[in-house]
């Protein structure tokens, strides 16, 4: 990609990330150093989950911190869009993604 990645911006809860054919770059997950934080992103370019396809799920445990990924320089196809689901109390993610 010769372009940098779009970032949805820090996320508290559930969200549309984008509506549109994409290609996802990394995935950041915050716990609140207590509870555990479950983030899961979807193919899905509304709030619809199911029988959408998990590109990426991270259940982070809450002395963890955090986790990041990177999916390289390609990134994950995602053909509908990216929708995140966000739980666990003081959970928050952060998606980069490259827009189509």
């Known amino acids: 990609m010769d372009s940098p990645a779009t970032s949805s911006g820090l996320k508290t809860s559930s ?3 984008y509506d549109k ?3 996802l770059q990394s995935v ?3 716990t609140d ?3 555990a934080a479950t983030v899961i992103v979807y193919d899905s370019e509304d709030t619809t989950t199911s029988g959408r396809l998990v590109l990426a799920k991270f259940i982070v445990p809450g002395a963890q ?3 990041f990924r990177h999916f390289n320089d390609i990134g994950i196809y995602a053909n509908r869009g990216l929708y995140c689901t966000i739980s666990g109390t003081g ?3 952060i998606v980069a993604y490259f827009p189509s």
Do not use: F, K, P
């Open 91 to 93: 959970a928050e993610a």
């Open 28 to 30: 950041q997950v915050n």
């Open 33 to 35: 150093g207590t509870n």
């Open 65 to 67: 911190g955090g986790d």
């Open 21 to 23: 054919s994409c290609r």
């Open 15 to 17: 969200a549309v990330i």
